[in-house]
């Protein structure tokens, strides 16, 4: 079932594709269609309080973005996307499936503690340029907000030589939104993402409710 609804969005995702307009077309109402690629710098906010920290931690997405011009000289637009993103975090948090349930404790004594994620996104952005029909470079500023279904998570670790690993864990939430932000000049420009969800749905760990929740900060290049 899932590999039939990712050859769905496969083939939704290469119908915008290819039906969009050239970018900066000359004309009125020209749109700024673009395909975008996110690397980012990842880390977890709102740990519980004996977690104090996470590792070194990336995050990749790409998509295509539809523009929709919402003024004639197309400097103010509104643009809805769909992409892939993929997260590979560092962390120090226990996570563990077992028979049904997502057990959380601490991460002391494991190594290679890890956990990486894959999405479907579907960004949302209300975008500031000052571009004009035959102008193709120019300041931006895309705001919006990011849409998340997760298509998979695994979590591993290793302890006393052993490797441990939870694949789709029960407790992860798959649902998941956060504000976005892209500013910069011409083709590659400053992005983060802020997550308003926790990665966790009604999870808890030494009787504190786990609200961990990502931010990402990094670049994002608009292709033409």
């Given at each position: 079932?899932?590999?039939?609804?990712?050859?769905?969005?496969?083939?939704?995702?290469?119908?915008?594709?290819?039906?969009?307009?050239?970018?900066?077309?000359?004309?009125?109402?020209?749109?700024?269609?673009?395909?975008?690629?996110?690397?980012?710098?990842?880390?977890?906010?709102?740990?519980?309080?004996?977690?104090?920290?996470?590792?070194?931690?990336?995050?990749?997405?790409?998509?295509?973005?539809?523009?929709?011009?919402?003024?004639?000289?197309?400097?103010i637009s509104?643009?809805?996307?769909?992409?892939?993103?993929?997260?590979n975090?560092?962390?120090?948090?226990?996570?563990?499936?077992?028979?049904?349930?997502?057990?959380?404790?601490?991460?002391?004594?494991?190594?290679?503690?890890?956990?990486?994620?894959?999405?479907?996104?579907?960004?949302?952005?209300?975008?500031?340029?000052?571009?004009?029909?035959?102008?193709?470079?120019?300041?931006?500023?895309?705001?919006?907000?990011?849409?998340?279904?997760?298509?998979?998570?695994?979590?591993?670790?290793?302890?006393?030589?052993?490797?441990?690993?939870?694949?789709n864990?029960s407790?992860?939430?798959?649902?998941?939104?956060?504000?976005?932000?892209?500013?910069?000049?011409?083709?590659?420009?400053?992005?983060?993402?802020?997550?308003?969800?926790?990665?966790?749905?009604?999870?808890?760990?030494?009787?504190?409710?786990?609200?961990?929740?990502?931010?990402?900060?990094?670049?994002?290049?608009?292709?033409?």
């Amino acid at each position: 079932m899932r590999k039939a609804f990712l050859f769905c969005c496969f083939l939704s995702f290469s119908s915008l594709s290819w039906g969009q307009k050239d970018s900066l077309a000359l004309g009125e109402g020209y749109a700024d269609d673009q395909l975008y690629l996110t690397v980012s710098y990842a880390q977890l906010i709102n740990q519980p309080t004996s977690i104090t920290r996470s590792g070194f931690s990336y995050a990749l997405s790409t998509g295509f973005i539809k523009d929709i011009t919402l003024n004639q000289e197309g400097t103010i637009s509104f643009g809805i996307g769909i992409g892939y993103g993929y997260q590979n975090i560092n962390h120090q948090l226990r996570v563990e499936e077992i028979n049904g349930s997502t057990i959380f404790g601490n991460s002391t004594g494991l190594t290679d503690n890890t956990f990486t994620v894959q999405n479907l996104e579907f960004p949302l952005e209300i975008r500031w340029r000052t571009s004009s029909s035959n102008k193709y470079d120019f300041w931006r500023i895309y705001t919006g907000i990011k849409f998340l279904y997760n298509l998979g998570n695994r979590f591993e670790f290793s302890e006393n030589s052993n490797r441990f690993s939870y694949k789709n864990v029960s407790a992860f939430n798959n649902f998941q939104y956060g504000l976005t932000l892209s500013v910069g000049y011409d083709a590659i420009n400053a992005h983060l993402f802020y997550g308003l969800t926790p990665i966790f749905s009604e999870a808890s760990f030494t009787n504190e409710s786990i609200n961990t929740k990502i931010i990402q900060f990094g670049i994002v290049f608009y292709i033409l």
